[in-house]
């Protein structure tokens, strides 16, 4: 199994729906990561979390919210999605200091919001 | 301000050639760290390589080597005798103080055989 997981892996969405993507990990790392990736703009931090009762807007994190319901557990949900919300979605991970490796990353949500 | 500037958007090479890729960062940290970060066209990002603010010694690893110049805040990677496989999204990315990544927009390198 892959250190972190991401659920789904493709979404296709309509305006104005609610959704929910999923991130779970084995690395036991405290702290977790919400990125959007857009071509030409690099990843952007989302939401960030340090452990389960810690919750930190990044650098877009408006129209997004997150839950930590566990260590392992991270979900960003668009409550309600708009077209420029598509992009590719990146959960990661790292440990207290993230200097090793940096973090790690799951594999991508491909969303797309019609 | 922290930043990631990669100003090549996109680099086509003929394979065997080497390939430079260029990041230069700004930061007010005395101490961050460095990472470079490859996105193949199945789209996962893997880690390639690390440096720390401290050490500006440059090294080899197989076909990777980078330039890190704290002068310059420069942090160039180079690919020598590229393969088609080497073909991807390159990432420079600055690892801050309060241990948040950063990422610049990113170099799509195109292999041709």
């Known amino acids: 199994d892959a250190d972190v997981t991401q659920t789904p892996r493709n979404r296709i969405t309509k305006t104005g729906k609610r959704i929910m993507l999923e991130c779970s990990q084995t690395?036991?790392?405290?702290?977790m990561y919400w990125y959007r990736q857009d071509p030409g703009l690099g990843l952007r931090l989302i939401y960030y979390s340090f452990d389960v009762k810690d919750i930190n807007k990044g650098e877009i994190s408006d129209g997004y919210s997150v839950s930590r319901q566990a260590q392992a557990k991270f979900s960003l949900s668009l409550e309600s999605a708009i077209p420029n919300q598509t992009a590719l979605y990146f959960c990661?991970?790292?440990?207290?200091?993230?200097?090793?490796?940096?973090?790690?990353f799951g594999s991508g949500t491909r969303l797309t919001v019609v | 301000a922290q930043k990631v500037t990669q100003a090549q958007t996109e680099i086509s090479v003929v394979e065997k050639e080497d390939v430079t890729l260029d990041c230069v960062y700004e930061t007010r940290d005395t101490t961050y760290y460095l990472f470079w970060y490859k996105q193949p066209p199945s789209g996962e990002l893997v880690f390639l390589i690390r440096r720390n603010s401290f050490d500006e010694q440059n090294e080899i690893s197989g076909r990777y080597s980078w330039n890190f110049q704290k002068s310059t805040s420069s942090f160039n990677f180079t690919i020598t005798a590229s393969q088609v496989v080497d073909s991807a999204v390159y990432f420079c990315a600055l690892l801050h103080n309060d241990y948040k990544l950063s990422f610049g927009a990113g170099t799509t390198v195109t292999v041709r055989a």
């Open positions: 690395k036991g790392h405290d702290r």
């Open positions: 990661a991970t790292s440990d207290s200091t993230g200097t090793n490796y940096g973090y790690t």
